[in-house]
């Protein structure tokens, strides 16, 4: 059984229940390499199973933990969840978060009565929070990768190209330097646009002193990157650098304050209470940050009702924003690794203000 296994069927004890049933695709992944589209793992406490269908048997073979037994079930995998199992009564976790309603039926009349179905929350999202140094290696990558692609986009100027355009050539330029793909559809937002926080770019021309909010990543053997600048297309306003630079002393506040012990909640009201102090407060609706990893949001999160406490290997992001609906926007967001005493910035990109015609 391979250490992730192994550390997942540790927990099963804690969790209530004698096996685990595993559905999201991401966990799967981080527990057996599968990268495919159908597959789930069975884990018990000695044993660990992964079913994939036809299509996948060769990439299966290719990419799966030796520590895994491998089967081969119909597009319906939870018709092989029954086999996975041992006789006698049994308790078998389901992932609440990732399994339906529908699924949920579904398995409850394929299995016998003698098993029980018990739902089980985050166990794999649990691991997945601190990175090996394997993990740790993707992620500086995937943002070196992603920085250079910016500082390219930028030599090329921002005014007379539209945000879509913006938005087609970072990707672009990400997948040439050997991104698998984009981490999200990267946001390109200018002036009053950049007041939604989750922007979609458009076929809008950007002008001469608008803010942009830009915010992109990109990923490398599925572990993602996420960054986001703000650049002044030309000489911009004295209200755009005055919000600039309290945003960046929030950012700067939140990056000092991460270690290990730290608690997301009091890490973002940090952050926060700058942002208040400058008269802001109300203009900042989202948290400070969230874990990066094989997902683009996960945990560990750094918000008001987070209940997180920070652990070295934790990969999170420090992202305080302002929005002024109807003016600007203003985000900066940084990539780090939790350490014991402090955090290792992944980003590498200046965060003063840059001005770029
Ligand atoms: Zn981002
Ligand atoms: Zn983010």
Known sequence: VSDRAQALAQQLPEAGVDAVLITDLVNVRYLTGYTGSNGIAVLTGDSARFVTDFRYVEQAAEEVDRGFERGTGSVDLLETVREALPQGELRLGFEDAHLSVWQHRRLRELLPDRIELVAVHGLVEGLRRVKDPRERALLTDATELADSALQSLLGAGLVGRTERQVAITLEREMLERGAERPSFASIVAAGPHGAQP???????????????????????????????????????????????????????AGVEAVRAGAHGRDLDSRARSLIAAGGYGEHFGHGLGHGVGLDVHEAPRLSKSSDDVLAAGNAVTVEPGIYLAGEFGVRIEDLVIVTEDGCEILTSISKELRVAE
């Open 198 to 252: 989750h922007a979609r770019s458009r076929e809008y021309e950007i002008r001469t002193g608008e803010m942009v909010v830009i915010d992109w990543g990109a990923v490398l053997d599925g572990y993602c990157s996420d960054c986001t600048r703000t650049v002044a297309a030309g000489e911009p306003g004295n209200k755009a650098r005055e919000v600039y630079e309290l945003v960046l002393e929030a950012q700067l």
